[in-house]
């Protein structure tokens, strides 16, 4: 309840005498949120009750034809993405052309959620100012924001000249292979913007919201070790050597303990030895066996990496490398990583869009955001544009539970980050480019 509450005064400190500071057209777009609230939350409901797990393609085509009809009549001009070659459903891209004056701005969120159509958790519902739902905050509450503060513009008269591109991507939950192609369109909309916005949901903890400036990488290593199998009263002797199993516990256990810094985490999620060893195509699941007697010929383990720079990341792969190639006798030892997410750094053109949401914030009243610890934020697809473009991310709704039964949202903060949104884009494309 404490959540709730605090969502609901920092609703109220935006008609406070505070507002002063915001230009009738601001006021405009706050009481044209607020107006608004019945038909963002019934379109968030019909949102949820459309499943759209990433392997549900109709589905996610679905959401998008949906979405269609809300962004034309704003003056969008909309199109599908089709990728067939990732196996995904594809993504939707709505651009709105302005007078080429200001920020051009690029608004992220995604279609798909991690429920597929064999989940039980599958429709809406309301508990006071809670909803809860399959992806109600991850992120089909992030596409309400963006078109609750796209409505509060054209009310007010700032969106009909903002240059905005809106993607949708329909695979954020398990994205496409190839991941180059899967992301192109995105990447691609990154490279034309001069701001990104991306509407996960907003860091929110003990009753303070903060501004995400940067998130940490997800990639992938695949670490395989061999050895000369034989008999196990053979183990540690110069014909032998040490088997598969403890080579890779060496570099697994050297890692641990010579690599740990900030920001920087490399989990195992699979391990398994023997002889023989395999790891299916997926890189998921180990299939491996052996006898008390014989020394393994294989190991593998399999995790993820993430780092908060490009430039960390490459050190500690480096790094990496340089532990497995010390091999114990009768080893050796191969280390791979797969690319999934790169991160996105926090630069100082992200920490001046903070700044300029901050100015938002105390000109609405509200208190101002804080930088949110990179550690605590898991990968996006902002991190595809961070490159690119000065990019903001968790510009969506207060939620929890997030990829789990019982997911939910704070309904009071759909509106709260709709005003902040629709403010900070209004000065933004005012600005010069």
Do not use: C
């Not at 915001?22 to 006021?27: A, D, G, N, V, Y």
């Not at 804080?370 to 902002?382: H, I, L, M, V």
């Amino acid at each position: 309840m404490k959540l709730l509450s605090l969502a609901a005064l920092a609703m109220l400190l935006t008609t406070a005498p505070a507002t002063a500071q915001l230009s009738r057209q601001e006021s405009a777009m706050i009481a044209a949120v607020e107006k608004d609230g019945d038909a963002t939350l019934a379109l968030l409901e019909r949102m949820v009750n459309q499943n759209s797990g990433t392997l549900n393609l109709p589905g996610v085509r679905a959401m998008g034809d949906m979405l269609r009809p809300e962004f034309e009549a704003l003056g969008f001009k909309v199109e599908w993405i089709d990728l067939p070659e990732t196996r995904r459903a594809g993504h939707f891209l709505a651009t709105h052309k302005g007078n080429g004056r200001g920020k051009r701005m690029l608004l992220i969120a995604h279609l798909d959620t991690v429920f597929e159509p064999t989940s039980p958790f599958r429709t809406f519902r309301r508990e006071g100012d809670k909803a809860i739902g399959p992806g109600v905050v991850d992120d089909k509450g992030g596409i309400s924001v963006i078109l609750a503060a796209l409505r509060a513009m054209h009310a007010a008269g700032t969106l009909k000249n903002a240059d905005i591109k809106v993607m949708l991507t329909g695979d954020e939950e398990k994205t496409g292979d190839p991941i180059p192609v899967s992301r192109a369109p995105l990447v691609e909309a990154g490279k034309w913007a001069d701001v990104a916005l991306e509407f996960e949901n907003l860091a929110h903890e003990n009753g303070q919201d903060f501004g995400t400036v940067a998130r940490r990488s997800a990639n992938n290593w695949t670490l395989t070790a061999t050895g000369r199998t034989g008999h196990g009263g053979g183990i540690f002797s110069p014909e032998t050597g040490y088997g598969a199993i403890y080579e890779i516990v060496r570099v697994l256990d050297a890692w641990r303990q010579a690599l740990p810094e900030e920001n920087l985490t490399f989990n195992v999620g699979v391990i398994g030895g023997g002889t023989p060893a395999t790891i299916d195509a997926d890189g998921v699941r180990i299939e491996a066996s052996g006898k008390t007697n014989v020394v393994p010929a294989a190991a593998i383990a399999r995790g993820d990496l993430r780092s908060l720079t490009p430039e960390q990341d490459a050190r500690v792969r480096q790094a990496m490398q340089a532990i497995v190639d010390q091999h114990l006798p009768g080893t050796s030892a191969t280390l791979s990583f797969q690319d999934n997410t790169p991160p996105m750094a926090p630069t100082e053109g992200n920490r001046a869009l903070l700044t300029r949401l901050n100015r938002a914030n105390r000109d609405m009243g509200l208190p101002e955001m804080a930088e949110f610890p990179p550690a605590k934020r898991g990968a996006a697809d902002s991190s595809f544009v961070a490159a690119y473009a000065d990019t903001l991310a968790g510009m969506g709704p207060i939620g929890g539970n997030l990829h789990a039964e019982g997911e939910w949202l704070d309904i009071p903060s759909l509106a709260l980050q709709a005003k902040r949104s629709a403010i900070l884009m209004s000065r933004l494309a005012a600005e010069k480019r």
